[in-house]
Structure formats: C-alpha cells, structure tokens
C-alpha cells in the first residue's frame, strides 16, 4: 500500500464520494444522500486519497451546542485494515474539539471499531427534555437517528447508537 493523506474536503471531491458511498448505499449499509446535500455539506467531510484517488471519507455534523455526529463514515475495501479509518476518525475529533464540541455520536454496525475509539453504547435519553424538543424541529435525518425516533427504525435495524465524551 502507498501512503494517504487526511484532508478537508473541497466541493471537487463530492462527486468522489457519492461513488465511494454508492455501493454502501446499495447494500443498505448507509442512507444514500443526493448530490446537493453532500454539496451542502462539503465543510463537515475530510477525505483521505492516496495516488489523487479517493479512498475514505467521513463527516462531522453538529447536532447541538456540546454535540456532533461521526457520519458518512467509509473507507474503500482495498484500503480496510490500514488505518485510514482510524486517521480519518481522528480527524473527525479534532474538528470537533476545535469547534468546542464534547461529545460524539455515531451510529454504526462497526461497534468494535468505535469501542476501541472510546465510543461506548447508549440507551435512550442522552439529552434533556428542552434540547430533545428543539432537536426535534431540525428535520435533519442523523439527528432523528440520534434521538432514535420510531419512524427512523427501519432505516436504523442493525446499528448501534454510540456516544463518545472528548477530553
């Protein structure tokens, strides 16, 4: 393997990562998102690419004032395994730390991945009532998944609902 860089995305990589989230998408690993709302949110993602490919992305959307979401996690199949992934999610932390968030949420099947991370599983009440009812108006399909909204569940079978604490 060749070495990779982690970067921040730029509006040029978009369509490189609709085709990396393509085949997950059509595995029903991850929920297909359109063009324009990956251009929408080409600030949030980094990338990784090595030889100007595209080998992994992921996002960091903030959902509250202390919390953000881990999303848009992947790293291609011929790259598992070499710790892109893990470059990638500590990109991700750093991002966060710098925009003053505290805690990072996902929502996975790669539970061991992000234990080893210091994600750690959550039940169902991680925020209290009056920020839960202005969570509830955001429209944002991560956050209804975070607040594990009944008419997300189908979409969510499977997955783990994980939180981390940054120091």
């Not at 609709?18 to 297909?32: A, C, D, F, K, T």
């Not at 848009?72 to 790259?79: A, C, G, Q, Y």
């Not at 108006?137 to 604490?165: C, I, Q, W, Y």
């Amino acid at each position: 393997m060749s070495e990779y860089i982690v970067r921040s995305a730029r509006s040029t990589d978009i369509v490189g990562i609709r085709n990396l989230l393509q085949p997950l998408v059509e595995q029903r690993i991850l929920l297909g998102k359109d063009l324009a709302v990956l251009y929408g949110s080409v600030q949030e993602f980094v990338v990784a690419e090595s030889g100007g490919e595209l080998i992994a992305c992921g996002a960091l959307h903030v959902i509250w004032e202390d919390l953000g979401e881990v999303r848009t996690l992947l790293v291609r199949d011929d790259w598992l395994h070499h710790g892109v992934g893990r470059a990638i999610v500590d990109r991700l932390e750093d991002n966060a730390a710098a925009l003053g968030l505290t805690r990072l949420f996902c929502l996975t099947f790669e539970v061991e991945f992000f234990g080893r991370r210091g994600y750690a599983p959550i039940g169902e009440q991680v925020v209290d009532p009056d920020v839960y009812s202005q969570l509830l108006r955001s429209g944002d399909a991560g956050v209804e998944e975070f607040l594990d909204l009944a008419h997300v569940k189908p979409n969510t079978l499977g997955n783990t609902r994980m939180l981390k604490r940054l120091n």
